[in-house]
């Protein structure tokens, strides 16, 4: 059994023993974990098996076609870089191996030197690119700073600090827009998992089916369309951090298998039964009251308590007025700076009248009205116009009949019924949608 190290798992594949002892001496002394297959079958039975982030292939195999081997792997297991070993004389065929996927080719004798830096740059690549997927999809919004002069969101960020140490399940509550997303990156930030991935799920974007193998992956041919092998998100998170944003949402079929997930770290691939595991870390978060939810029986309630080891609650914006002024300033600055406009301030009306609004979308509704002031305003202080402010009674939504576009309107109601709803479920129904349209319609109005 070869212990997995996750700083580089590399397959050797080679038919001449005497070569696969020096490579894996080689690279086991660089700390990387080893597996070697004489054949092309073991080499698929292993790919099989393990998640594998580099392999080296000698094209030729005794009786196995190298060519044919490197296209198996490759529907295997599209995530791992393969690098052709070959001889001099067959050049040509390495060729033909870099077009069917090979990353790169060694040519044979090579030194111990050539075949490190090899693995390091392959490995290298593979992580810079999980990576830039990862930051890609996480990266905290610029300029977030979660301090706070407010004792409730303090109290709440000192116990966030004390406990994202620890490996425990958190699950974070809060209205929409509260920054629910930014603290559990913050979390992730804070942990000793930070080196590692912090991996965000979106629940409600998802059939059971399609959410299944995006968390677990699944085996080519295990239905319509999986023309490859996949590795789920949580094997991306291995290591790191898993969110799962929107837990209210996560479709109740699934839920069995997320429970055993979090309990035992073990799950299989759709369509593969063999059995993996994986370390990692659960944060999720919601707006929906998951207790209520348990109740009724649409949330199971086994799942709810391993969720919820600890749960931190975000008071909504109209409860934290005294850091309006804060926020407002640092997306102020920033959208200026990115649309390149004059403003540099707020004047005393626009200021006061932020303390007041009460914020149904809270600080995603705050950006959102920042940044439209700082494109609009030509002078150096962003007055109550620019916030949409003038003319209305401040604190309402405009009203239908007014000098606004149907976008307007639609953004200003579905806003207003998001803050009266204690449920997503019960706005959809409200607004006469689907809860997943609803869900859409929220991320493209940037509600
Ligand atoms: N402290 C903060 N400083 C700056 N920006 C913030 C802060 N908190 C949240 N934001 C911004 O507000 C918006 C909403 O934040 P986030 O997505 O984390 O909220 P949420 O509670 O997870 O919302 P939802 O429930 O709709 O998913 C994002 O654009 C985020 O960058």
């Known amino acids: 059994m070869h212990t997995i190290d996750k700083e580089g798992r590399i397959l050797l594949v080679d038919d001449e023993p005497a070569i696969l002892r020096t490579f894996r001496y080689c690279l086991e002394d660089e700390g990387y974990a080893i597996a070697t297959a004489s054949t092309g079958e073991q080499a698929e039975a292993l790919v099989q098996a393990q998640v594998f982030d580099l392999c080296f292939l000698d094209l030729r195999l005794g009786a196995d076609d190298g060519l044919d081997v490197l296209a198996r792997l490759r529907v295997l297991a599209p995530w791992m870089r393969v690098v052709i070993v070959t001889a001099h004389s067959a050049i040509d065929t390495a060729v033909n191996a870099m077009q069917a996927g090979a990353a790169d080719y060694l040519v044979k004798p090579c030194s111990p030197e050539q075949l490190r830096m090899a693995a390091a740059g392959q490995l290298e690549t593979s992580r810079m690119a999980a990576r830039l997927q990862a930051l890609e999809q996480q990266a905290p919004a610029a300029g977030t700073d979660l301090n706070s002069r407010c004792p409730a969101m303090r109290s709440v960020l000192d116990t966030a600090r004390q406990v994202a140490d620890t490996d425990a399940n958190i699950l974070i509550l809060g209205e929409s827009g509260t920054g629910k997303g930014e603290l559990a990156r913050a979390i992730h930030g804070w942990s000793k998992r930070s080196k590692r991935d912090c991996v965000t799920v979106n629940c409600p974007s998802l059939s059971a089916e399609l959410m299944e ?26 290591g790191g951090t898993l969110f799962l944003d929107e837990i209210g949402d996560f479709p109740l079929a ?24 994986a370390d990692v870390r659960i944060l999720s978060a919601t707006n929906r009251n998951l207790q209520e939810m348990a109740a009724e029986g649409t949330f199971r ?18 409860e ?3 850091d ?12 200026v700076s ?25 600080i995603r509704e705050l950006r959102n009205m920042i940044e439209r002031a700082s494109i609009i305003c030509t002078d150096e202080l962003v007055d109550l116009a620019h916030l949409g402010f003038e003319g209305l009674p401040t604190g309402n939504v405009p009203r239908a009949g007014g000098e606004l576009s149907l976008e307007e309107l639609e953004r200003a109601h579905i806003t207003a019924v998001l803050g009266n709803s204690g449920t997503l479920d019960q706005a959809a129904r409200i607004l006469g949608i689907d809860s997943s349209t609803l869900y859409r319609k ?6």
């Open 213 to 238: 193998s995006e968390l677990f992956g699944h085996a080519r041919g295990a239905f319509t369309g999986a023309t490859e092998n996949t590795l789920g998100r949580v094997n991306q998170a291995d």
């Open 254 to 277: 699934l839920q069995p298998k997320l429970l055993r997930f979090i309990q035992d770290r073990e799950y299989e691939r759709v369509g593969d039964p063999q059995t993996r595991q």
């Open 442 to 447: 929220r991320k493209q109005l940037g509600l």
């Open 320 to 322: 934290r007025p005294e």
């Open 338 to 362: 990115d649309y390149a406009r004059p403003a540099r301030g707020f004047s005393e009306a626009a200021l006061a009248a932020l303390q007041r609004y009460p914020w149904p979308g809270n």
């Open 324 to 335: 309006i002024p804060d926020l407002a300033e640092r997306f102020l600055l920033r959208f």
């Open 301 to 318: 309630e086994d799942l709810f308590y391993r969720l919820n080891v600890i749960t931190l609650t975000l008071p909504p914006l109209r």
